[in-house]
């Protein structure tokens, strides 16, 4: 197991909303969290932008654990759909990444977000790899 992966639950914002690291393989990552009445928007679902972070958490818990001494990743785009919302009635809310290509430079990570049999959204995530010089 890298340190990424063991370091998983020190990380504030996975503390903040309780997202739990589920599995990564090298080729993907399910990462997923219980939402809470205090997760919801105006209209009583879970805020967009929670769904997000979910969904890039997983995306970089894709990437992240086979980075190289000396690397390191940063977002430089992602774009999500939101399919359905997603409600704390309905529970868990998971995503699941699936790693579509990285090469030396750039990695692209699709994710799926599903609460139950509800897909909630999709979306494509851009990240760049920096090496320390060196």
């Known amino acids: 197991m890298s340190a990424a992966v063991e370091n998983f639950a020190s990380v504030p914002v996975n503390r903040l ?7 990564e393989d090298g080729a993907g990552a399910v990462v997923a969290f219980r939402p809470e009445p205090a997760h919801a ?10 769904i997000s972070t979910l969904a890039d958490t997983a995306a970089v818990y894709t990437i992240l654990p086979g980075l190289e001494a000396g690397e390191r ?23 699941r990444a699936r790693l579509v290509r990285k090469g030396r430079t750039v990695a692209v990570v699709l994710v799926d977000v599903q609460q139950g049999e509800v897909q909630v959204a999709t979306g494509l995530f851009t990240y760049i790899i920096l090496r320390s010089a060196g």
Do not use: C, D, P
């Open 41 to 50: 928007q105006e209209y009583g679902v879970v805020h967009g932008g929670i």
């Open 17 to 23: 909303f309780g997202f739990q690291l589920r599995s």
């Open 73 to 95: 990743m940063t977002s430089i785009e992602f774009k999500v759909n939101f399919l359905a919302g997603a409600v704390v009635e309905r529970g868990e809310v998971t995503a």
